[in-house]
């Protein structure tokens, strides 16, 4: 493909995103896509609305805190967990540091903005995998319900996943 009418498609993909978004910007707080955002940290004036409009996704409505940091003019956005929650360390906001230390460019100009009311996206995809696990449970008991009393073909199928062994031949 060429590299002009690749940028041209870009240019016209970043047109239709800015307008599939409304941004409303009211001081410090921010609105979009039903969500109140409030600026806590602006490093060197980095939070732009259109920038925004265009990177935006609703993805991000989960997240009690988004960062926002620009490197070769491109908005990068990382969602972020309150400290109360039971997520991993690197996905809470305690870790904010670490990430601005680790994956921004120094110096770099970044942006927090606060979530006010977050959606609750991941614990509804949580519920079904939740459901899901519990179905293949019960499905695994009920198999080997069916096979109690034939425990000499599963011990002699042990068997010989034990005698089995690979040999890697070195070049």
């Known amino acids: 493909m060429d590299r002009e009418l690749l940028k041209v498609k870009t240019l016209a993909q970043q047109e239709?995103?800015?307008n599939a978004y409304q941004i409303i910007r009211r001081g410090d707080e921010i609105e979009i896509d039903g969500l109140t955002l409030e600026l806590v940290d602006n490093f060197?004036?980095?939070?732009?609305?259109?920038k925004l409009a265009v990177r935006y996704t609703p993805l991000l409505a989960q997240y009690d805190y988004i960062v926002g940091?620009?490197?070769?003019?491109?908005?990068?956005?990382?969602?972020?967990?309150?400290n109360s929650k039971k997520v991993a360390f690197e996905n809470k906001i305690m870790a904010l540091q670490d990430y601005l230390y680790e994956y921004v460019n120094f110096g770099a100009p970044y942006f927090v903005l606060e979530n006010v009311n977050p959606r609750a996206v991941?614990?509804?995809?949580?519920?079904?995998?939740?459901?899901r696990g519990r179905k293949k449970?019960?499905?695994?008991?009920?198999?080997?319900?069916?096979?109690?009393?034939?425990?000499?073909v599963n011990s002699s199928n042990q068997?010989?996943?034990k005698?089995?062994?690979?040999v890697i031949k070195q070049k």
């Open 16 to 18: 239709e995103r800015k």
């Open 44 to 50: 060197k004036d980095a939070f732009d609305v259109e």
């Open 69 to 82: 940091d620009i490197s070769a003019d491109q908005l990068r956005l990382k969602g972020f967990y309150q």
């Open 122 to 131: 991941a614990q509804e995809k949580k519920e079904k995998s939740d459901t």
């Open 137 to 152: 449970n019960q499905r695994s008991k009920s198999v080997t319900s069916q096979f109690k009393g034939k425990g000499k």
């Open 159 to 161: 068997k010989q996943s």
């Open 163 to 166: 005698k089995r062994s690979f």
